[in-house]
């Protein structure tokens, strides 16, 4: 069998990067068969874009304070992201509400990592509202991006315990480590053919995956902590 060529990644950040490493890290073992054309910001200056040039990925800045209007910055974001031609788009902290054009644009190749098991705390400050809301449960969701916010069908999700003693802080260490494992693993799944989105419903090896997968209860243990 002829080995496959790695499947062409942009990936979208605003801030730190950590989730980009960890992809990053995952196409230099092999685990994803893919190649990250260029990672784009929409803020100059941030350590995500550090992180990229210091393997050699190319840069962009669209600075969204720019633009007069969502729509402008949406359509240069669309025109800029076109040109390395991905067939994946990976958003990884990009912290923009993006416009129904956009998103119907790329639907079906488009993915996002989401710090709380959905649909529970869609939106922003998800772990002071999971401690808010006094769960037991809590964790991070990567789904595929539909025009719903935070609200397109979910393929993998992690889950950790709140502690009696847990804050924003500790809470975010816990899930930003199962982000980064889960985030590579459903990319590298992408990359491979073996996870697709139709009509809103996600299918794992042609068949739909009627609730999503838990990292916990994957044959292979991939939660480390
Ligand atoms: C992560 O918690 C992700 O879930 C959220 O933004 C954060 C990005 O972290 N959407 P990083 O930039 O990947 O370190």
């Given at each position: 069998m002829?080995?496959?060529?790695?499947?062409?990644?942009?990936?979208?950040?605003?801030?730190?990067?950590?989730n980009l490493q960890a992809i990053i890290d995952a196409i230099h073992s092999g685990d994803i068969t893919g190649e990250i054309k260029a990672v784009i910001s929409n803020r100059a200056g941030v350590y995500g874009l550090e992180r990229a040039q210091r393997h050699g990925i190319p840069v962009e800045v669209i600075d969204h304070t720019q633009f007069d209007s969502r729509e402008k910055f949406d359509a240069e974001l669309m025109q800029r992201i076109e040109v390395y031609k991905p067939e994946l788009v990976v958003l990884a902290g990009f912290m923009r509400i993006l416009t129904d054009n956009f998103i119907?644009?790329?639907?079906?190749?488009?993915?996002?990592?989401?710090?709380?098991?959905?649909?529970?705390?869609?939106?922003?400050?998800t772990h002071q509202r999971a401690l808010d809301a006094g769960v037991d449960y809590h964790g991070c969701s990567v789904h595929f991006v539909t025009s719903k916010l935070d609200g397109g069908p979910v393929i993998i999700q992690s889950k950790i315990s709140v502690l009696d003693n847990d804050d924003v802080e500790s809470l975010t260490t816990r899930v930003v480590h199962q982000e980064h494992i889960i985030y590579p693993l459903a990319v590298s799944w992408y990359c491979t053919g073996r996870i697709k989105m139709n009509n809103n419903q996600v299918y794992m090896d042609n068949k739909p995956l009627m609730q999503a997968i838990m990292a916990d209860e994957l044959p292979i243990k991939v939660t480390a902590k």
């Open positions: 002829s080995k496959q060529s790695p499947l062409p990644i942009v990936v979208l950040i605003s801030g730190n990067g950590s119907r644009h790329f639907e079906g190749r488009m993915l996002n990592i989401h710090p709380s098991l959905l649909p529970n705390f869609r939106g922003l400050n």
